[in-house]
């Protein structure tokens, strides 16, 4: 009986090895055993270079492609495989600065203003009973080419002939004045009067051609007829020559065509002098158009005036004095 039971156990023990045994087999077939951490991969990727180039005249640009790099970390875990991918991109742009181009400074253009009509040229004329020394400028308007009006200036030439003149009156005598082509001749004619011992300027005549020659905007055979009439111009003493330096304005009116037009005539460095004698030399005493004509009344009547203000001032004085000591006399 207890062999039997002993038996029992051996087959039992044998069983129960054998089992334990297989199972040890599979669970080492079956077994998953950890794989070893990989090593970090890193993948740089380097793209080809592209490069543009613009070329002009004056500027160049250079443009590189951006540059992409790509890191890919494998992470082991304990339990399972899991893995991590960490995609870092980088882009960097590198532009070029453009080259400095150097413009060349435009050249300054110089723009001349308009130059100033010359000013006349003084002259000298004697017609024996006239000496005239002057310089004149003529500003006067004319009728354009499309029917507007315009100011010219002209000036009375300083080589001007002397043409007609009267001498042999003792009353009115005259000087005229010539210059242009023989067939345009222009002429100014000057008439002294002589009253009461005094020599005036009376009247100025005017006779002017306006040619394309000197203005080319200016109507085609336009003749002008200009005429100054005064009672004081160059008013002077008999046997005295006028003198004035200034400029001074002679008005100038025109009536052709029932269309009355105005200009003046300027003139300058004036020396004149009429009704000389026959054996006169040169101009006489000079009587200045800017000396003092002032009457002596004026300076008299002024030198009253202060006069009668002093003896009043001296009579008041006088009796206020008295009146001071008269009543001293009484208090006392």
């Known amino acids: ?36 951490p990989k090593t970090v991969e890193t993948t740089s990727e380097k793209p080809l270079t592209s490069s543009s180039s613009t070329s002009t005249s004056t500027t160049t640009t250079t443009t590189a492609a951006p540059t992409t790099s790509t890191t890919t970390t494998v992470k082991p875990s304990s339990s399972s495989t899991s893995t991590t991918t960490t995609t870092s991109t980088s882009t960097s742009t590198s532009t070029e600065p453009p080259k400095k181009t150097t413009t060349p400074a435009p050249v300054p253009t110089t723009t001349h203003a308009p130059q100033p009509y010359p000013g006349p040229k003084v002259g000298t004329w004697n017609a024996s009973c006239i000496l005239l020394t002057m310089a004149a400028q003529l500003n006067f308007t004319y009728e354009t080419k499309d029917g507007k009006m315009a100011h010219g200036l002209y000036n009375i030439p300083a080589n001007a002939s002397i043409g007609d003149h009267v001498c042999d009156s003792q009353t009115i005598q005259t000087i005229q004045l010539s210059w242009g082509p023989t067939t345009s001749v222009q002429s100014m004619l000057m008439q002294f009067d002589n009253k009461n011992a005094t020599t005036v300027l009376s009247t100025i005549q005017i006779h002017l051609s306006v040619l394309s020659e000197d203005f080319p905007d200016s109507k085609e055979n336009q003749t002008l007829q200009l005429i100054h009439r005064g009672s004081d111009e160059f008013k002077t003493p008999e046997k005295m020559s006028y003198h004035c330096t ?24 004036v020396q004149v002098e009429a ?58």
């Open 246 to 269: 200034r400029p001074q304005m002679l008005n100038l009116t025109e009536t052709v065509d029932l269309k009355p037009e105005i200009g003046w005539l300027s003139v300058s460095n």
């Open 1 to 36: 009986m207890f062999a039997h039971k002993l038996v029992l156990l051996g087959t039992t023990l044998l069983l129960l090895s054998s089992a334990v045994h297989s199972q040890s087999s599979i669970s080492l077939k079956d077994a998953h055993f950890e794989e070893a």
């Open 275 to 332: 009704f000389r004698g026959a054996d006169a030399k040169g101009f006489s005493a000079v009587h200045d158009c800017d000396s003092s004509e002032t009457s002596d009344v004026v300076p008299i009547a002024v030198g009253i005036a202060l006069a009668a203000l002093i003896l009043v001032v001296l009579i008041s004085y006088l009796c206020a004095r008295r009146r001071s000591t008269t009543r001293g006399y009484v208090s006392f």
